[in-house]
């Protein structure tokens, strides 16, 4: 595992597994958020944005978190790893909203600057309606851009916690043809 992407709905826990894998494996983590948002929640053009990911997938290894499907065509090819946080939407929903209180005095360690956590119920919206709407896509896409990598699929708190415990080399989730 050396160039890992952690994908999954917001608040699943994706931006806490990658910093406690980099800090295991040594690896750099690269936070999504903080190459594509912009202070004041401005967000960055496609064009930009796609650079900022093409740098960063010039190391050698990286760990790589966020969701942005619009850029998995581009990130999954350089993933030898991809984990899959699969929490059930209600937790998700959950943490992000107790983010907003957790944060409240200022930005995240995984946030761009100037993205002060708020109440947004648009945000909200997307966590409940993820497994309807991202996951046939996130889905897809793996079939089509990430078949070549180990795939982790890591389904609750527990299973997170004993991802972290396994060697260098988890077993993937077995994938059929």
């Known amino acids: 595992m050396r160039r890992i992407l952690v994908i999954g709905n917001s608040g699943g826990g994706k931006s806490t597994l990658a910093r406690r894998l980099g800090a295991k494996l040594g690896l750099p983590v690269i936070h999504l958020d903080v ?18 990911i093409a740098a960063y997938q010039q190391e050698d290894a990286w760990i790589a978190d966020g969701n942005f499907g619009g850029s998995w065509r581009l ?24 983010r907003v ?11 761009a600057e100037g993205c002060r956590e708020k109440i947004d119920l648009k945000f909200y919206g997307f966590i409940l309606t993820y497994n309807r ?3 046939p ?8 851009h990430g078949a ?30």
Do not use: N
């Open 35 to 52: 190459l594509f948002w912009k202070p004041g929640w401005v967000e960055s053009d496609d064009a930009e944005f796609e650079a900022r």
């Open 75 to 98: 990130r999954m090819p350089a993933a030898d790893t991809i984990v899959w946080i699969d929490q059930p939407v209600w937790l998700c929903l959950v943490r992000a909203i107790r």
């Open 101 to 111: 209180f957790q944060y409240r005095d200022g930005s995240r360690p995984d946030m």
């Open 133 to 135: 709407k991202v996951r």
């Open 137 to 144: 896509r996130l889905e897809r896409a793996l079939a089509d």
């Open 148 to 177: 070549h990598a180990r795939l982790v699929r890591l389904r609750s708190d527990r299973e997170i916690e004993a991802f972290l415990q396994t060697p260098a080399s988890p077993p993937a989730e077995h994938r059929t043809a």
